[in-house]
């Protein structure tokens, strides 16, 4: 039944939300098992999102690295729509000329062999995995993880992950992984043995707090997998598609994993995963030994090639160099004036971490009230992973609401 407006003539009341009545809905039947943000997301374009009561916000979060090319890009949205009128889905029993024009593109931009295609970063992750259990058994079945990693929700995954806030509840989990603390060669050293099949790795660990890798870490473990016989594979699925200036975070070090993972911002959107592997690696996973019935939709096939025709172009690339610059630049400088609220401003290109002396759970509340959305990475770090295509002037309107909501909320204390 409608709610009634007004029940008294001639007396104005506010006009039922729309957001707080598909929240109500969504309460009542859905899982509960995200932390959502209470605004109902309706409609999108570029670096601007609407809510369902016409709010509108500058969208520096971009579905969380997500949407390299902004909400309803045109030239993703008539690849996706072109592929909608031709046809939907085959299963991989058959061959879709979308998903090999993807391997293509993601072979020769990464200078690896295969592509496998999935639906999600979990699952790009899961491949990886079983890759090289495969590959490398009888024998060799351990994985060396990172402390502060974040690797997906299934159980292999989990495990891999190294935070123990997302396997608690889920035990027994995986046998055979170990964590050494992230960026920590000597560990790795030690943890390496002749039972590892593979060392898994983020480039930059996102959810751990947008923390990079030191300096030609991810190169000392090349050189290690290499001299161990162990695999190197690399968590690309926040950090790939061109986010930190080089297509593959990676590629800042110049290696050659032997396999890497892709999700996120591959088809701006439309849910899809990837995992990219050397023909050695790959060629374990012989017919009937991994699958699925989505992997590479024709339909988020399309789109993802037409996001990654657009973000390997080498302009698009350095732009996101220089925009992340400003945007660390304009961190720090709030850094300056703010120096006992904000602790630390790190990221690289467009992928930004801004850690706060206290909780900054508050700060992104007040940002959206604001017309900002971002959001935690870590509960002292507000992240940001804007869409490419935003403005110097957009990422300079976002640092303003930011500092304003960072000196608002912070507790008395922390301003001393
Ligand atoms: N790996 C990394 C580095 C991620 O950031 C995420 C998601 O945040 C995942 C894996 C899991 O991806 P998905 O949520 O698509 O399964």
Redesign the pocket.
């Known amino acids: 039944m409608p709610i009634p407006q007004s029940v008294v003539p001639g007396v104005e009341r506010p006009l039922p939300s729309r957001n707080r009545a598909v929240m109500d809905r969504a309460r009542a039947h859905l899982l509960q098992n995200y932390k959502q943000q209470p605004i109902v997301l309706e409609r999108g374009q570029g670096v601007r999102a609407w809510d369902a009561d016409g709010n509108v916000y500058l969208d520096l979060l971009g579905g969380?690295?997500t949407l390299p090319f902004g909400h309803c890009h045109p030239e993703i949205t008539a690849a996706a729509k072109a592929q909608l009128d031709r046809i939907w889905h085959t299963s991989n029993v058959f061959y879709t000329e979308p998903q090999v024009a993807l391997a293509e593109l993601l072979t020769s931009l990464s200078g690896l062999d295969r592509a496998f295609f999935c639906?999600?970063?979990?699952?790009?992750?899961e491949a990886l995995l079983k890759l090289a259990r495969k590959t490398q058994q009888p024998g060799r079945f351990e994985f060396v993880c990172f402390e502060t990693?974040?690797?997906?929700?299934?159980l292999a995954?989990v495990t891999a992950t190294g935070q123990p806030k997302y396997q608690k509840g889920f035990e027994p989990l995986l046998p055979g992984v170990v964590h050494v603390p992230y960026g920590d060669l000597e560990a790795v050293r030690n943890a390496v043995g002749p039972r590892t099949a593979a060392i898994l790795v983020?480039p930059i660990?996102?959810?751990g707090g947008v923390r990079a890798a030191p300096q030609g870490f991810l190169r000392a473990l090349r050189t290690l997998a290499d001299e161990s016989g162990v695999l190197l594979l690399i968590?690309?699925?926040?950090?790939g598609l061109g986010r930190t200036g080089k297509m593959f975070a990676f590629q800042h070090e110049g290696i050659r994993p032997d396999g890497f993972?892709l999700?996120?911002g591959l088809a701006n959107g439309l849910?899809i995963?990837a995992m990219v592997c050397t023909e050695a690696a790959g060629t374990a996973l012989v017919p009937g030994s991994h699958g699925s019935t989505f992997g590479g939709n024709p339909v988020a096939a399309a789109a993802a090639v037409a996001t990654v025709r657009l973000a390997s172009d080498p302009r698009v690339l350095a732009g996101n160099l220089d925009k992340g610059e400003h945007l660390l630049a304009g961190g720090r400088a709030m850094q300056a004036r703010q120096p006992t609220l904000v602790r630390e401003v790190r990221g690289r290109g467009l992928l930004v971490g801004i850690e706060l002396s206290f909780d900054a759970g508050p700060v992104v509340t007040r940002c959206r009230e604001r017309g900002m959305l971002c959001n935690l990475a870590g509960d002292r770090t507000v992240r940001l992973a804007p869409p490419y295509i935003v403005t110097l002037d957009e990422l300079d309107e976002g640092l303003r609401i930011l500092e304003e909501a960072v000196v608002a909320v912070a507790p008395p204390r922390s301003q001393v």
């Open positions: 969380i690295a639906n999600s970063g979990a699952e790009a992750n990693s974040f690797h997906g929700r299934t995954t983020e660990q996102g959810e968590d690309e699925v926040q950090t993972s999700a996120k849910p995963g």
